[in-house]
């Protein structure tokens, strides 16, 4: 599974603090506890800075990328900062997203022609969050045949049916769960990811709510989630789900995972 770090959000006010102090001390290592811990990626959220934000991203990632052998994330709905990240970007960024929203298209599209990243795709549109699982099917189609046209490869497209909070609406989970089922269906050739954390919101015990979340979409698929990698348990139901749906052969991320310590 890729795992994609979602600790350095500027959601998060200990990130926020260390981005405007520009503490390079607390990024790097934050980053590199997420890199230790298995991400294949570092989300990076600086949309909390506003109007810094494209300074910001100018600042951060050459610093993160100096210090990390995995990429980033670029994660914000600002065409001017993520212009800004991904030309500084070192290497094939990951676009945290895009979607089927005709402004973000139109501002996004030039900046994937152009830089080329991984992109993740948001099964939303002009018309508002999905009600029905083959609506969010409907949209993944449609931008997996614009980005085909633009020459994007099958391989660099994570398709993301939206996890929202069960706290908000009960049936948010099992929406999630069976668009996660069409999407692997009907487009086989492309990837699927979730912001696992997104299905808890408002509710107590987050993260057991998180894991088992976690369990029932890599039954069903799931091939990248943004979630933190530091939270062992979590990282404990990657591993042990991928041993018993037979993806890990030989056990070697299993064993590798409980040979590092987390018995």
């Not at 520009?22 to 991400?39: F, N, P, S, T, V």
């Not at 001017?80 to 996004?108: P, V």
């Not at 996890?163 to 069976?178: S, T, W, Y």
Request: one cysteine or more; aromatic letters at 4%; charged letters at 30%.
């Amino acid at each position: 599974m890729i795992i994609v770090g979602e600790r350095l959000n500027s959601s998060r006010r200990s990130v926020l603090k260390a981005l405007n102090r520009k503490d390079k001390k607390y990024l790097i290592d934050q980053a590199k506890r997420q890199e230790k811990a298995g991400a294949s990626y570092i989300d990076l959220n600086t949309a909390a800075l506003l109007d810094k934000e494209v300074q910001t991203l100018k600042w951060a990632i050459p610093l993160l990328r100096k210090e990390l052998s995995i990429p980033l994330s670029i994660d914000t709905p600002n065409p001017e900062a993520m212009e800004a990240g991904l030309k500084i970007h070192k290497g094939q960024a990951l676009l945290n997203s895009l979607s089927g929203e005709a402004q973000r298209i139109k501002a996004f599209l030039p900046l994937i022609k152009e830089c080329r990243p991984r992109i993740i795709v948001l099964c939303l549109d002009d018309e508002g969050l999905p009600e029905t699982s083959d609506k969010e099917l409907s949209i993944a189609r449609k931008m997996v045949n614009l980005l085909d046209k633009e020459g994007v490869k099958h391989k660099d497209i994570f398709i993301d049916p939206l996890v929202r909070p069960i706290g908000v609406d009960q049936k948010a989970g099992e929406l999630f769960l069976a668009a996660l089922e069409k999407v692997k269906k009907n487009l086989p050739s492309v990837s699927t990811i979730a912001g696992v954390s997104n299905v808890s919101f408002g509710l107590p015990r987050r993260k057991s709510l998180n894991r088992g979340f976690l369990v029932l979409a890599l039954q069903r698929g799931l091939d990248a989630a943004i979630l933190d990698p530091l939270d062992k348990e979590i990282m404990a139901a990657v591993h042990s789900s991928e041993a018993l749906l037979g993806k890990d052969p030989s056990l070697k991320n299993y064993l590798g995972f409980i040979r590092s310590g987390n018995r």
